[in-house]
């Protein structure tokens, strides 16, 4: 998964204007983490080398520099052909020397499949919170965990700042394979192209059908007719456990919703959590390509986990019809999405369903 960071200096970083007027009336405890944050994400700047430099250098490796330049052709891709912002993201490369960026922290509580919202300067609300410092991260856990929330952390390889920052190439996912890397570019500048606040799931849907689209389009122009068909029968397989996951969500829901007691809830909600466990076996047994999944259901299932790949996958299929609709116009595409962007919250889940119609 991926995600967007929680800007709050307002900052170019060739200018880097800060907007100190957006902090002034957050607690200490909030500006803490605020602070945090700038200072992760110019750690990580300081760390960047051009990516031009890096290629003329007769040192560089020679499998980073095959990637980088597959980098440059994917990024020039998705100008041309997807209509995605130019920027300057992805022209410079850092090594961060760990295999992720920052760790993202998911909650709920105990008896409730929605994630609990955060709300920041600038970008506004989202349903997770960003660390780069990871005894800053546990130790807002804690507290969480006191209170009888559902926590998950997961580890991001790469992140979107919407444009305040010239995104990097960071060694976390440099090395992936080719529709792996091609789909997380895509992916990230499809929020520089459209992101709302306080629609986590509205947000990441549309970055997801952007990259499943876009990455399709590279395979099928670049020839890789293979490459293809394990594509989509690994998003095929996706999507049957995260249809899987989003019926246990479902039926989750109705038992937090029923008259039983909290301790007879308590002990339904693990019983359900392993349906889903066993389910997800027998299903994923059959499957030829692999779903990506298996070590996701390894770990401990909770509310905060399940939400969490709703948020990624809810109304993918959704944005996919209205791109189909438009046969593949990603200018009208976006248009659409704009559109729907500017509604209500209520008027644009209705606008979502409308979609999915033939």
Not at 39 to 52: E, F, H, R
Not at 177 to 182: C, D, N, T
């Amino acid at each position: 998964m991926t995600g967007v960071l929680q800007v709050v200096f307002g900052a170019n970083i060739k200018g880097f204007t800060v907007g100190l007027a957006c902090l002034l009336s957050v607690g200490c405890a909030d500006l803490s983490y605020y602070l945090h944050s700038v200072k992760g994400q110019l750690s990580m700047v300081q760390k960047t080398v051009d990516i031009d430099d890096l290629l003329a250098e007769e040192s560089t490796d020679p499998k980073l520099v095959e990637q980088l330049q597959l980098v440059s052709r994917i990024r020039a891709f998705a100008f041309d052909q997807l209509q995605l912002p130019r920027s300057d993201s992805y022209t410079r490369y850092a090594d961060l020397d760990r295999n992720h960026v920052l760790k993202n922290l998911y909650a709920a509580d105990e008896f409730s499949i929605t994630l609990q919202q955060w709300c920041y300067p600038i970008v506004g609300c989202a349903g997770y919170r960003g660390y780069f410092d990871d005894a800053m991260l546990e130790a807002f856990k804690a507290d969480l965990l006191k209170q009888s929330k559902d926590v998950y952390v997961s580890n991001i390889p790469a992140y979107s700042t919407l444009g305040w920052f010239d995104d990097p190439v960071l060694n976390t996912f440099v090395y992936w394979p080719e529709p792996r890397l091609a789909g997380l570019i895509f992916h990230e500048l499809a929020h520089q192209r459209l992101y709302i606040d306080g629609d986590t799931g509205f947000n990441e849907s549309f970055a997801m059908a952007v990259q499943l689209s876009g990455t399709e389009k590279w395979l099928q122009q670049s020839g890789q007719a293979q490459q293809m068909k394990q594509y989509q029968q690994r998003f095929s397989n996706r999507q049957q456990v995260t249809q899987l996951i989003e019926q246990t969500r479902l039926a989750l829901n109705e038992l937090y919703q029923s008259e039983l007691d909290d301790s007879q809830k308590r002990v339904q909600k693990q019983q359900v959590f392993e349906q889903l466990r066993q389910s997800y076996q027998s299903l994923s047994a059959g499957f030829e390509v692999s779903d990506g999944f298996s070590y996701w259901f390894q770990g401990e299932l909770n509310n905060a986990k399940l939400a969490s790949v709703s948020t990624y996958y809810a109304d993918v299929a959704a944005f996919r019809q209205l791109l189909r609709s438009v046969n593949d116009d990603y200018q009208e595409f976006y248009r659409q999405v704009a559109k729907a962007a500017a509604l209500a919250p209520v008027q644009r889940a209705e606008q979502l369903k409308q979609w999915l119609t033939p």
